[in-house]
């Protein structure tokens, strides 16, 4: 198995970014950049990270017209990134034009395609807010459908809570990565993670890759606290 944790560099400055990459790089699987620090360091910040040779996992979630997303795409893969975001609910063929602008471009430049992963419902809406947006009040089943509607347009992987990997593994196929946040370890204080689970049990659960933020870079050592995880894992 491959070194499955990804860091999230939920950081603002360039140089906090990179002095985390430092460390970690030889004892993580990947690097998440989401829009904070995309926005504020711009496309350097994954040049900087490709260029030491560490996978970038760029967490955008692409939600527009597929023409705009397929543009999104490109960009991401010329980028060369290892994985990048889509949101499912914006439909099956924004789903599928980012799927084939992912492997297009990256046959014309030689490469191999990121991994497009879907976004179902995100963790923080609770039940009510779902019905609020139109939605099926039910998390568990809004989840499901839009999943099964990422497998039919042909993506390979999905953002899943922890808590819904053990029925997306039931329902999807079997080579669909699965990509989990809420890991916690037990060593940190309260934060605003609910739904959690270990990274063992994440793992054993069926997840393919963790994302892992604040127990590791808000660590007194972060690198102590990844090997310490990856440790952990079967
Ligand atoms: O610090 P923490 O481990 O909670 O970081 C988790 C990361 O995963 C953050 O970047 C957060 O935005 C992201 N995420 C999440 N829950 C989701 C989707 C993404 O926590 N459902």
Request: with cysteine; glycine share 8%; charged share 20%.
């Amino acid at each position: 198995m491959q070194n499955p944790i990804i860091v999230a560099l939920d950081v603002p400055e360039i140089e906090t970014a990179l002095q985390l990459v430092g460390q970690l790089a030889p004892v993580v699987g990947a690097f998440k950049i989401g829009s904070e620090l995309f926005t504020s360091a711009g496309p350097e910040i994954v040049r900087r990270i490709r260029a030491i040779g560490a996978a970038v996992f760029l967490d955008l979630k692409f939600h527009d017209i597929p023409n705009t997303v397929v543009k999104g795409v490109a960009a991401a893969t010329r980028l060369e990134v290892q994985m990048l975001t889509v949101h499912t609910s914006g439909g099956l063929k924004m789903m599928q034009a980012a799927e084939e602008s992912a492997q297009q471009t990256a046959l014309q430049s030689g490469r191999n395609a990121p991994l497009v992963l879907g976004v179902t419902v995100l963790t923080s809406l609770e039940s009510h807010e779902l019905s609020e947006a139109g939605m099926d009040e039910k998390i568990g089943r809004q989840v499901e459908r839009l999943a099964s509607l990422a497998a039919k347009a042909g993506l390979r992987g999905l953002v899943c809570s922890p808590l819904e990997i053990t029925a997306l593994r039931q329902l999807l196929p079997v080579k669909m990565q699965l990509v989990t946040p809420g890991i916690r370890t037990g060593a940190e204080k309260g934060d605003d993670q609910k739904r959690t689970l270990s990274p063992r049990e994440a793992i054993d659960a069926g997840a393919n890759w963790l994302v892992i933020g604040r127990p590791i870079y808000a660590a007194e050592n972060p690198r102590a606290a990844a090997e310490e995880i990856l440790a952990s894992l079967p």
